[in-house]
C-alpha cells in the first residue's frame, strides 16, 4: 500500500503544483485535494468522511487503511478594489492543536475496541496523515511548512516541494504509529 498511496500522493500532488498560482491558491483546499487524491487511488475503493475520518481506503483484503488529510495555506484576503484586507489562516498553536486532534483521533483507530473501527467492520492496517503546505515566501508571518516540516518529531515516509510564483508547495506522507502532543513540535 505505501507504493500506491506514495505514487497517488505525489501525483495529485504534481496536479497541485501545475494548478496553482497566486489567483488559484484561495480556490485550493482539502475537498479539492482529496477529489484528485482520490482518482488516483481508485475511487472505487475510497470512502470520504466516514465517521469524522477523511478518507478510508478499502481494497479487497480483510484490512482497511485510514486517512486523515491535513491542508495548510494562508491566502491573503482582498477587497473588490484587490487591495488586502488581510491574511485567512496562519501557522500558530490553534492549528497545531488542530493537527494534534486528528492525528490521534486516527491513532485510536488501531485498539480493537475502538467503536470507529468495529462500525467500519474490519480492522485497519496502516494510518496516515497526508499533509499539504502552502505557504508564501514573500509573506512574513510563519510558515506551516516550519510548524509541521521542520518543527515536528515525526518525520515524513514521503516529502515533495515544489516552488512556484513566490509559493513554496509541500506534501508528506506520516505513518501514525503512536499518539503526539504539542511537546512534539520544538517550536509552537
Request: hydrophobic fraction near 35%; include cysteine; aromatic fraction near 12%.
Amino acid at each position: 500500500m505505501n507504493n500506491l498511496l506514495n505514487e497517488a500522493v505525489t501525483k495529485a500532488f504534481m496536479q497541485l503544483v501545475k494548478d496553482v498560482d497566486k489567483q488559484s491558491v484561495q480556490h485550493w483546499n482539502e475537498s479539492v485535494f482529496r477529489y484528485i487524491l482520490t482518482k488516483e487511488l481508485g475511487m472505487q475503493h475510497c470512502y470520504a468522511e466516514w465517521k469524522r475520518i477523511d478518507l478510508i481506503f478499502d481494497s479487497d483484503s480483510d484490512k482497511s487503511i485510514g486517512i486523515e488529510l491535513k491542508f495548510y495555506r494562508a491566502v491573503s484576503t482582498e477587497n473588490s478594489k484587490m487591495i488586502t484586507q488581510g491574511l485567512k489562516g496562519s501557522a500558530g498553536k490553534k492549528n497545531t492543536e488542530e493537527f494534534i486532534n486528528s492525528w490521534n483521533k486516527l491513532f485510536e483507530l488501531q485498539a480493537s475496541n475502538s467503536p470507529i473501527a468495529k462500525a467500519w467492520g474490519k480492522p485497519f492496517s496502516k494510518l496516515y496523515v497526508v499533509l499539504v503546505t502552502i505557504d508564501d515566501s514573500s509573506s512574513k508571518h510563519k510558515k506551516f511548512a516550519d510548524s509541521y516540516f521542520n518543527n515536528f518529531s515525526m518525520k515524513p515516509i514521503l516529502k515533495e516541494e515544489e516552488k512556484k510564483d513566490n509559493l513554496e508547495i509541500k506534501v508528506g506522507i506520516f505513518e501514525v504509529t503512536k499518539s503526539i502532543e504539542l511537546s512534539d513540535f520544538s517550536v509552537q
